[in-house]
């Protein structure tokens, strides 16, 4: 019955995302007319969509905003703020915000449960799986947002190093700080070049360089990126030459970088251990002795 049930709510979904879509022309179009024909008709008609709100705007929004109170509450140590930066880190800042995040991993922890209560047969073991499931889809968000960055990080670190050689060239080449931020927004690509574009556009809006780049590092989460923003900071305050420090953070960035991947080299052949032990010696013994063993017993 759970399971005709389900069956029955994800048909009607699907119904009404296709009718979503094909009328979305004509909604727009209508919407577009409706504002011709009613400008200029006084302040209570400056937005003719206030009282004609869409189906998401009345439903949709205020459900996902009640789902993330209560997934909200479900983990205390959570925050609004704190959701938002690590959306920021991991890249999603612009796509996602914490309400749909949080609605999110409601919406998957009351879908593991229905499946989970929909394929089991019942008792206390159908009960264990419904609950697995849910605890799964609860946390499945946080572990794709923790995944994808540590792997934004990653690619942080690894070109920082040439950010910063950029950075020291445009600066000694006599631009000022906000000019190199602009080239190397210009000529490089990557989660690094949006994280300064965005600093920098945080400091064209009135932020002061270092507010802007303190916030920066907080978003990245980096080592490296803490040490070029506090050197950066004190060489405003201090008076010292800029495209000095910017050439010393390179190199170091540099050194950090090999030593990274010195790190991993030497861990490779610990991480190849078990994989080669499993599935690779394993084929080897069967080829190798298996004809032995069958000669064997021939013999006897």
Do not use: W
Request: one cysteine or more; proline letters at 4%.
């Amino acid at each position: 019955m759970l399971l005709l049930v389900l069956a029955l709510a994800t048909l009607a979904f699907a119904v009404f995302l296709v009718g979503e879509v094909a009328t979305l022309p004509a909604r727009q179009r209508q919407g577009s007319i409706r504002r011709a024909a009613n400008y200029g008709r006084g302040r209570r008609m400056l937005n003719p969509f206030a009282t004609q709100a869409g189906f998401r705007e009345r439903a949709v929004g205020p459900a996902a905003t009640a789902m993330a109170r209560v997934v909200l509450r479900l983990s205390p140590k959570s925050t609004a703020d704190t959701i938002n930066l690590k959306l920021l880190g991991a890249g999603l800042g612009r796509t996602m915000t914490a309400t749909t995040y949080l609605a999110a991993k409601g919406v998957l922890g009351c879908l593991g449960l229905l499946v989970g209560l929909a394929v089991s047969s019942g008792g206390s073991r159908g009960v264990l799986v419904a609950f697995g499931l849910a605890f799964m889809g609860f946390f499945l968000p946080d572990f794709v947002v923790t995944f994808k960055g540590r792997g934004r990080r990653d690619r942080i670190q690894a070109e920082l190093p040439d950010a910063l050689d950029l950075l020291s060239v445009s600066v000694e080449a006599g631009l000022g700080f906000d000019g190199a931020i602009t080239k190397l927004t210009d000529h490089m690509d990557g989660p690094l070049a949006e994280e300064f574009a965005l600093s920098l556009g945080e400091m064209r809006i009135g932020e002061s360089r270092s507010e802007a780049l303190k916030k920066m590092a907080e978003r990245v989460g980096s080592p490296e990126m803490s040490a070029f923003t506090r050197s950066v900071i004190q060489a405003d305050q201090l008076g010292i030459s800029l495209g000095r420090i910017l050439k010393i953070q390179a190199s170091e960035a540099r050194n950090r970088r090999q030593a990274t991947a010195e790190e991993k080299a030497m861990k490779a052949p610990i991480k190849m251990l078990f994989p080669t032990v499993l599935f690779i010696f394993p084929a080897m013994f069967i080829v190798i002795l298996g004809p032995a063993f069958l000669n064997l017993s021939k013999l006897f």
